[in-house]
């Protein structure tokens, strides 16, 4: 069965970094674009990065130089590295396969990143 499973979400001070973690089971790895979304409280979920089988990656303006997003083919894994977090950067961030084919997606439960002094 598909399962993406998130770490490494917290709290964090503002200028701070994390890194999240993304590891994907049941899917041929290869076939999947590989994203990262998130939604904060009130708020519709937003996309953030996404990255390619073959490592063409992509950002959302608010994230760009900020966050890099990064695959581990032979782990099955996708990561993504925030730094100079900021406030607004607060919300649950989900994982995201989406194939490359038909478009089929399959979601994280999400892990919750805090943001605050």
């Known amino acids: 069965q598909v399962q993406l499973v998130e770490s490494g979400g917290g709290l964090v001070k503002p200028g701070g970094s994390l890194r999240l973690s993304c590891a994907a089971s049941g899917i041929i790895f290869r076939f999947y674009t590989m994203n990262w979304y998130r939604q904060a409280p009130g708020n519709q979920r937003e996309f953030v990065a996404a990255?390619?089988?073959?490592?063409?990656?992509n950002y959302a303006d608010s994230v760009k130089g900020r966050f890099t997003i990064s695959r581990d083919n032979a782990r099955n894994t996708v990561y993504l590295q925030m730094n100079n977090l900021k406030p607004e950067d607060t919300a649950v961030y989900y994982c995201n396969a989406r194939h490359i084919f038909t478009n089929q997606d399959h979601w994280g439960q999400g892990t919750q990143v805090t943001v605050s002094s």
């Open positions: 990255i390619t089988s073959t490592g063409r990656t």
